[in-house]
């Protein structure tokens, strides 16, 4: 009886779980206690959390070849499922905020200052030139380009750098107040802004095609992420296919969200996580976030100088591409100081700028080290 016992544990996973998998299951269900407890970014952590679950339980081989997550990571491999992500996002983004007031792109600009200021970090830190452009992007908070530009530069590292991604995405409402108040003085923040222009339909869609053209003859490397973004956006502000713009926002982008997440979740097995190299991009991608809040702040700043204290600074912490969590902080912050005051649609601008500038970023670092 003992030897059957013996027999049957041998055959189950039982017998091949080491001390690794159960600290990487742990760290799973972590990230699902964050997820649906404390609501951060359930949509995507979820997902990931559960992919990193599924693959850490031995003897699953999820992503073996011929294993189901095998198959459905080709699509993260090959830098498909990003891009349709853009695609969804663009149909479900408003950039008249942007049109109304372009200077807020150079605040979208800004923000990414974190992603050079990472990726020099990471360069001494010893990762090589295209690890170091993978862990950069994590500064841009905005995760399908980290995965995307990380699947085509350092697929090794694609799971801690989602995870990292991801992570300080959700965690925006608790990171970027105390950058915004250390920054700025109460009276700036006070600020008051006059309400933007109207924006026609014309120009709405004028926008996306004139942005496609003149950033893809740029940045040709660019067109896969700039490009879909910009079509998603065309198909919603045409007006004419309502159908589309309801499935790409909607049905598609829950679609791709779920099998990405749980992709990207397998790539984070014990192997392949618990190792220095991951507490060094964790490290680096905090410190990308913030310096991406902070030179956005800046830049801020030196806008309600030139504007005549027109322009309230805390708008450029919008600029990283957390949609829209990163306006919505500005807005709270905003109303802590006066109540009366509405910086969203303000907010929105730089932050649907980054959503851009985050892209061209990935553009230019593909570019050189692909």
């Keep these: 009886m003992l030897e059957i016992i013996t027999q049957f544990i041998g055959s189950t996973g039982l017998s091949l779980l080491n001390i690794q998998q159960m600290i990487m299951m742990m760290i799973a269900c972590v990230f699902l206690y964050l997820a649906i407890k404390k609501g951060y970014e359930p949509y995507l952590l979820i997902p990931i959390a559960f992919g990193m679950l599924m693959v850490n339980l031995p003897g699953s081989a999820l992503m073996d070849e011929g294993g189901l997550?095998?198959?459905?990571?080709?699509?993260?491999k090959l830098g498909i499922y990003p891009p349709l992500i853009f695609l969804c996002v663009g149909a479900g983004t408003d950039f008249g905020p942007?049109?109304?007031?372009?200077?807020?792109?150079?605040?979208?600009?800004?923000?990414?200052?974190?992603?050079?200021?990472?990726?020099?970090?990471a360069i001494y830190l010893g990762f090589l030139g295209p690890e170091a452009a993978s862990i950069g992007i994590i500064g841009g908070a905005d995760g399908p380009t980290a995965i995307y530009l990380t699947s085509k530069?350092?697929?090794?590292?694609?799971?801690?750098?989602?995870?990292?991604?991801?992570?300080?995405?959700?965690?925006?409402?608790?990171?970027?107040?105390?950058?915004?108040?250390?920054?700025?003085?109460?009276?700036?923040?006070?600020?008051?802004?006059?309400?933007?222009r109207h924006v026609s339909k014309n120009e709405k869609i004028i926008f996306p095609i004139v942005v496609t053209i003149l950033v893809v003859l740029l940045l040709p490397s660019s067109a896969p992420l700039v490009g879909m973004l910009m079509f998603g956006n065309l198909i919603k502000e045409s007006g004419v296919v309502p159908k589309l713009?309801?499935?790409?926002?909607?049905?598609?982008?829950?679609?791709?969200?779920?099998?990405?997440?749980l992709t990207v979740g397998a790539t984070a097995n014990a192997e392949n996580f618990l190792n220095p190299q991951t507490l060094k991009i964790i490290a680096l991608g905090l410190i990308a976030f913030a310096i991406g809040t902070a030179s956005g702040v800046i830049f801020g700043k030196i806008m309600y100088k030139l504007s005549g204290g027109k322009i309230n600074p805390m708008i450029g912490a919008a600029g990283v591409s957390a949609v829209p969590m990163a306006a919505r902080v500005v807005q709270k912050?905003?109303?802590?100081?006066?109540?009366q005051n509405f910086l969203l649609m303000h907010a929105m601008g730089p932050n649907v700028a980054g959503v851009i500038g985050s892209a061209v970023a990935a553009g230019i670092l593909l570019n050189v080290f692909n």
Excluded at 100 to 121: D, M, V, Y
Excluded at 333 to 339: C, L, S
Aim: avoid cysteine.
């Design 69 to 76: 997550f095998y198959y459905l990571y080709k699509g993260t």
């Design 98 to 121: 942007l049109i109304a007031n372009p200077k807020s792109l150079l605040l979208g600009a800004a923000a990414q200052f974190g992603i050079f200021f990472a990726f020099l970090g």
């Design 153 to 196: 530069l350092a697929p090794k590292l694609l799971g801690p750098i989602a995870l990292a991604a991801y992570s300080y995405m959700a965690l925006v409402p608790i990171i970027q107040p105390p950058i915004i108040r250390a920054l700025t003085t109460k009276e700036e923040r006070e600020v008051k802004m006059e309400q933007a």
């Design 245 to 261: 713009t309801d499935v790409a926002s909607n049905t598609l982008m829950y679609l791709i969200t779920i099998v990405l997440g």
């Design 333 to 339: 912050v905003g109303q802590e100081e006066n109540p």
